[in-house]
């Protein structure tokens, strides 16, 4: 349960960070009057935040996914899948996406329209091309003999990957939603608090997707025996 | 103990959140079927998991029933008991305590506790409810199909869980409880989105965290936790369900079932009491947690006197959240762990132990020198104190490691758990019903159906569970449809077994003198007012009784926190959360 307890750890500190503005230690029963509301303001708007308790959600989610993957690796020895050099080539194409969509918001922010449509377009792209990619992937080991009722191996890489392909699909639904609503609107600004969101949600899959590729090829146990070895 | 006021306390920041009025539904069905009204909303949860808790309820009497008069009742059988055991189980700790606290009075109280006009997201916040109902008719829906429910015990370990010999087992049953676990999670995340933006992100002017009632704060925290445990369980169920239906490996090693190999092979199913407990320990405190807020605002409008160390109150609930993801494993000792690993879960689990107790003496001090009004949720909030000390009491038995072994599996842990999970948390929302169902209905419950309601529950609960403890003292193991008289019990428990299942029966019975009170008195109530209680928190404050959609005309602006009782000089014995009243002698009202 080491991956999930990490997962945890850093979730705490977050909160932990939070609640340290809150005041915690002040004496309510002393204080009369309207007191101003610590922690949030203005730049903070509730779609935000929804987005980044939702990816703690999801974070925790592939963190209980990694948990059982590396417990059971430890418990029965199996040979991990070996991934095909696709899988490097989709993990570039979210990381592609992601700064497109990071360059939507700068112009969006910026107001300029000149390269927007283009870099959302481009960011739509990258992010299909990384669920083909996948799926092409599956179609690879499957012929290779890694069927999903084979080995727990092959079965963690089924479902790892098809929970974050679920998870992208999701967010490319909620993309063409801001995208056609922009499209309706024509203005660029107005785009901004849409599609920051959708940037949020392209960064924490990536930063989830890096993390699990690291379990699926083995780099994670690794990780964790040399810490063993280093408390040991 | 009230500040000397300033003029310039007068002076109004500017709102950091935007007064929006909700769009109201127009239509007979937008505003009562397809409501996005939090408090309809509630109303749905609520009676929704009522619904499902009342099934839960007559199947613990079949399982008493046999238990307390054995091969009496021919159409109880063997299968149908652990179908009855893991469907009671299974919807009293899911879809009716986790659904009521969080769905009901989360989706209730939240806005109008903190000042809000409604949930952040009212679409996704309706979304919740309907997608909890059909995880409810999924769950259903498996008491109708061949091979009946899954009656592989509320843990649902596999791999017994999908084997054959299991009731539901190689059916339909195991299928439809997993397809419900996830629906029911996918439901409470978008709920639990809600309510953890809603608190964040819409309190009102003046709201700080440090001035939310209690029960805000359990609330709160308690979704926090669900929404970081119940991945846990997502995770579980559709791992086994792949195992089920797909034909992974996931939970199951290799098998031989009627002498024939299965073709599983190379899973852990221990791996999977791993991910269950995680989700299943802070599950008691996503149950716990609101009880605790909420039992601590009773006791202060009741006992009129402000919550005694109210930051010690918030800071525990915090650290019992916390704690209670690193504790999970003391719900596995008897799986074969190593003793180091017992040790630490063992130290975590008392650890917990002192948070919990603070929160005890702190509701102990309220009550002292307090002008106690012994009213119906006063008496609630009174026995879940007792009830959830006893229970208390026990889990430091069964936290370790060396006691827990002998007492695994017994009806000692039944009786634990059901006094600490199920009857403490159970008075709590009995004694929330009452105290704000004058605000949701603008009508009184009735006293004197109340007062049996109470006493009858109370003292049938010590009757049926803590003869329990004794009977799993000597020996009388859980899950078991049927003992006889084995040698290894120290004492004959047949006697005992009927007392309880007669007196499971009352408390059952009486449960319908209470639906009867809810109803009868949705017309023929006292009318209540706006404030029956004179409590001091926001909801109590709406300018309507019952609150309409929107909940305010003018958002609020909060002065104090929520437990001015009893101020020396001020105009009344309470004062309200709204009200800008200043202790220097001048009543400054606007």
Known sequence: MTVILAFLALVALVAGLWLSQQRLASKPWLETGIAPLAGHGPGRAPGFIFIAVFLAVVGGLFAMLGSAFVMQIEETPWELVPLPGRVWLNTGLLLLASLFLQFVVISARAGTARWLNASLIAASIATLAFLAGQAQVWMELTAGGYRLDGTPAASFFYLITGLHGLHVLGGIIALAAVALRHAGAGDVKALLPGVRLCALYWHGLLAFWLMLFALLQGWGNAFLALCRAAVG | ?590
Request: proline share 6%; hydrophobic share 55%.
């Open chain 2, 1 to 590: 103990m009230v500040d000397r006021g300033s003029d310039d306390q007068m002076q109004l920041p500017p709102r950091e959140v935007a007064d929006v009025m909700p769009p109201h539904a127009h239509s007979w069905i937008g505003k009562y079927v397809f409501s996005q009204d939090a408090k309809y909303i509630a109303i749905q949860y609520s009676g929704t998991a009522v619904a499902i808790g009342l099934v839960a309820l007559v199947m613990s009497w079949l399982m008493r029933l046999q238990l307390g008069f054995p091969g009496t009742f021919d159409f109880i059988t063997a299968e149908a008991y652990y179908q009855f055991v893991t469907m009671h189980g299974m919807i009293m700790v899911i879809y009716l305590l986790t659904a009521i606290f969080l769905g009901g009075f989360g989706n209730y109280l939240i806005p109008l506790m903190v000042g809000a006009r409604d949930m952040v997201f009212p679409f996704v916040n309706m979304l919740s409810y309907w997608v909890y109902l059909l995880a409810v008719l999924v769950l259903v829906a498996s008491f109708f199909v061949p091979g009946g429910p899954t009656g592989a015990g509320w843990t649902l370990y596999p791999p017994q869980a999908v084997l054959s010999g299991t009731p539901g087992g190689a059916q339909s049953g195991i299928i439809l409880m997993l397809v419900s676990l996830i629906l029911f999670i996918i439901g409470f995340t978008m709920g639990g989105l809600n309510y953890a933006v809603t608190v964040l992100q819409a309190r009102t002017r003046g709201m700080t965290m440090m001035r939310l009632p209690l029960t805000v704060w359990g609330i709160f925290t308690a979704t926090v936790m669900a929404l970081l445990a119940f991945p846990a369980l997502f995770v579980a169920c559709v791992m086994m369900l792949f195992d089920r239906l797909l034909g992974t490996s996931f939970f199951m090693p290799t098998l031989v079932e009627l002498g024939e190999k299965l073709s599983y092979g190379g899973g852990s199913p221990i791996a999977f009491q791993h991910l269950f407990w995680f989700f299943g320990h802070p599950e008691v405190y996503i149950v716990a947690l609101p009880a605790f807020g909420i039992v601590s605002d009773l006791i202060a409008v009741h006992a009129r006197k402000n919550i005694f160390g109210y930051r010690m109150m918030v800071w525990a609930i915090v650290i019992i959240g916390a704690l209670s993801f690193i504790v999970w494993a003391h719900h596995m000792y008897v799986s074969g762990m190593h003793p180091w690993f017992g040790f630490f879960f063992a130290t975590t689990t008392l650890i917990i132990a002192i948070p919990t107790a603070i929160k005890v003496y702190n509701w102990v001090l309220t009550l002292w020198k307090g002008d106690i009004h012994l009213t119906i949720p006063m008496l609630f909030a009174l026995g879940f104190i007792v009830t959830f000390v006893n229970g208390g009491l026990t889990g430091l038995f069964l936290g370790n490691v060396v006691v827990d072994v002998p007492l695994s599996d017994t009806m000692f842990v039944v009786a634990h758990f059901h006094m600490v999970m199920g009857v403490a948390p159970i008075m709590v929302i009995f004694g929330a019903i009452y105290h704000w169902y004058p605000k949701i209905t603008g009508r009184m419950l009735n006293e004197a159906m109340g007062q049996i309601h109470f006493w009858v529950t109370f003292i049938g609960a010590y009757a049926v569970f803590f003869p329990m403890h004794y009977v799993g003292l000597v020996g009388v193991p859980r899950r078991y449809f049927e003992i006889g008289e084995p040698e290894f019990l120290t004492a004959p428990v047949d006697g005992l077994n009927a007392f309880i299942s007669s007196a499971a029966l009352i408390v059952g019975a009486v449960q319908v003198l209470f639906l009867f009170n809810i109803f009868w008195s949705l017309r023929r109530g006292r009318e209540a007012g706006g404030n029956p209680w004179r409590a001091a928190s926001l909801e109590w404050q709406t300018p309507e009784t019952p609150p309409r959609h929107g909940n305010w005309d003018e958002l609020p602006d909060v002065y104090r926190w929520a437990y001015d009782y009893s101020v020396p000089g001020a105009p009344e014995d309470y004062l309200a959360q709204n009200d800008p009243w200043f202790s220097d002698g001048e009543d400054r009202r606007l």
